[in-house]
Antibody, heavy 120, light 108 residues
Framework: QVQLQESGPGLVKPSQTLSLTCTVSGGSISSGNYSWSWIRQPAGKGLEWIGRIYIRGYTNYKPSLKSRVTVSEDRSKNQFSLKLTSVTAEDTAVYYC????????????WGPGTLVTVSS | EIVMTQSPATLSVSPGERATLSCRASQSVRSYLAWYQQKPGQAPRLLMYGASTRATGIPARFSGSGSGTEFTLTISSLQSEDFAVYFCQQYNNWLPYSFGQGTKLEIK
């Protein structure tokens, strides 16, 4: 059974960088069989796909966030990470990591989510 | 960006009755449409993909239909555990992958 778990600071100051890590257990992120995404959800609102890493470390990002986002992987630790620079209050949300097929990108496994608040 | 619009925003239905939720895409996504259920404080759970294929472990009372721009999720006989928020998501290889704003299914 695949499990995903997000970790990272729950509070980030405006203009700083939000950094989160997703630890995957029960499966290898380096198998090439899956795609690993970050998705966020502001309180009481809908879901927003941020970006993903997949086969051979290729990445895709939401165009409106692309200038601020980096998704990377650490295969030795079976983890992938999110960095979001120059954050504002609008980046306050629950952040989820999730798994999908590389080519049909719907999400079959999710982490429980972690709340990140941007505030001074 | 493909915009996904769900209706209604809130649906009030009695247990045992049928619920019909709608999702519309701003352009064709063929059958690359998924549905998720989310309960308070939890991550979304995959219900349906390919517009009409139930995910593993999803009861048969959940069914999906549609293609192109119009999609429907039907719950044939509502159980207490079905009251939640439902999201649709398109994955037609047009970045970004996008979600609807959700339909809250509440007890009438």
């Amino acid at each position: 059974q695949v499990q995903l778990q997000e970790s990272g600071p729950g509070l980030v100051k405006p203009s700083q960088t939000l950094s989160l890590t997703c630890t995957v257990s029960g499966g290898s992120i380096s198998s090439g069989n899956y795609s690993w995404s970050w998705i966020r959800q502001p309180a009481g609102k809908g879901l927003e796909w941020i970006g993903r890493i997949y086969i051979r470390g290729y990445t895709n990002y939401k165009p409106s966030l692309k200038s601020r986002v980096t998704v990377s992987e650490d295969r030795s630790k079976n983890q992938f990470s999110l960095k979001l620079t120059s954050v504002t209050a609008e980046d306050t949300a629950v952040y989820y990591c999730a798994r999908s097929d590389p080519f049909t990108v719907f999400f079959d496994y999710w982490g429980p989510g972690t709340l990140v608040t941007v505030s001074s | 960006e493909i915009v996904m619009t769900q209706s209604p925003a809130t649906l009030s239905v009695s247990p045992g009755e049928r619920a019909t939720l709608s999702c519309r895409a701003s352009q064709s996504v063929r059958s690359y449409l998924a549905w998720y259920q989310q309960k308070p404080g939890q991550a979304p759970r995959l219900l349906m993909y390919g517009a009409s294929t139930r995910a593993t472990g999803i009861p048969a009372r959940f069914s999906g239909s549609g293609s192109g721009t119009e999609f429907t999720l039907t719950i044939s006989s509502l159980q207490s555990e079905d009251f939640a928020v439902y999201f649709c998501q398109q994955y037609n290889n047009w970045l970004p992958y996008s979600f609807g704003q959700g339909t809250k299914l509440e007890i009438k």
